[in-house]
Every structure is written in C-alpha cells, then in structure tokens.
C-alpha cells in the first residue's frame, strides 16, 4: 500500500482504519513511516488482533494504534481519513487449489472470501459511507480477476467518487482506490 498511500495532510492528523488487520502488516507499517497518522485496527479474530498488537509493540507504534474486535467497521467509534482493507478474497471453492504454504497454514477465516470471493468485500462497501469522511480514501486489496465487479460495486456504493483500480507490478488488478469529494 505504501505507492498508494499519501495521507491527505500528515500535519493534520490524519485516522485511518485497517479492516481485517491479520498480523498488523499495514496498519504498523503506515504508523511507523507516517508518524502523524492515528490508526484503529479492527479484526474479528481475536488471536489476529493480539499478533499485531505484538508487531505494534516490536516497531514501537503501539501508542499510535487502537486494536478494535469485531466485524468490518462496526467496532470503529468515529468516521476516518483513510481505510485500508485486505478482507479474505478468496473464492469459496478455490481455497483448496491454493499454494500448499497458504492453503495449509493460513486460517481458513483469513482466506475464505464466499462464492465469488467479494463478500466481506461488499458488506464493507455497504458500512464504508457512513465511516469515510469527506476527502477520504479506500483501498481495497483484491483478487486479480476481481477488478472490474469491485470497482462496479465501489461506484454503487460511492457514485460521487473517483473509483480506480490499480495493478501490481505483475500488471494484475490488485487494489480498488475510492477517492472522495
């Protein structure tokens, strides 16, 4: 995320939230290379939460982070600048095909996206709105072959934003980018 990430005024205080934190992998690295930047990390896993309350400690940032439990962004107490999500998005019936390093030692929770890989992804489009300010930016990682239904589903969701979707340096879609007005 950090190509994407350029918070709007780091003098400003800029929040963020990271939706399904895991291990703290993006919320820890923003917190350590944007030392303005306020971030709630939210995650429905409990033991997740606790590996990346650990990460925050090790890299010094935990003073800068709030670690929230629960579902998407319901746990979050006030909208945000930025949120990031890296949500499973997996489709149900190909977690099996995976990488043997991922397939069998990932949680099945952390990969298993439903039938076409965007539930959690649409669930938290339908929260964003109400918990994104004005201005606000939302990153979505998602599947290389999901792009174009994310972006489609990000324009419902947000018809007044700019909505982009953004290749890795494989050239596959890899991250939706909602840019509000």
């Given at each position: 995320y950090a190509q994407f990430f350029r918070p709007p005024s780091v003098d400003s205080g800029v929040l963020m939230a990271d939706v399904g934190t895991g291990s703290g992998a993006i919320a820890?690295?923003?917190?350590?290379?944007?030392?303005?930047?306020?971030?709630?990390?939210?995650?429905?896993?409990?033991?997740a939460l606790a590996v990346a309350q650990k990460n925050a400690a090790r890299t010094q940032v935990a003073d800068r982070m709030q670690f929230l439990l629960?579902?998407?962004?319901?746990?979050?107490?006030?909208?945000?600048?930025?949120?990031?999500?890296?949500?499973?998005?997996?489709?149900?019936?190909a977690i099996p095909s995976l990488a043997p390093d991922i397939a069998q030692y990932e949680p099945r929770l952390a990969l298993d996206g439903g039938s076409d890989g965007t539930l959690l992804i649409e669930q938290l489009l339908s929260q964003a709105p109400a918990?994104?300010?004005?201005?606000?930016?939302?990153?979505?990682?998602?599947?290389s072959d999901q792009g174009f239904l994310v972006a489609h589903m990000a324009r419902q969701a947000f018809p007044t934003a700019e909505v982009g979707v953004i290749q890795d340096f494989a050239g596959l879609d890899r991250v939706v980018r909602v840019q509000c007005s």
């Open positions: 820890v690295s923003v917190a350590h290379n944007h030392p303005s930047v306020m971030i709630y990390a939210t995650d429905i896993s409990g033991e629960g579902s998407l962004l319901s746990p979050l107490p006030q909208p945000v600048d930025i949120i990031t999500a890296n949500l499973p998005y997996v489709a149900s019936d918990y994104l300010r004005p201005g606000g930016v939302l990153l979505l990682e998602i599947g």
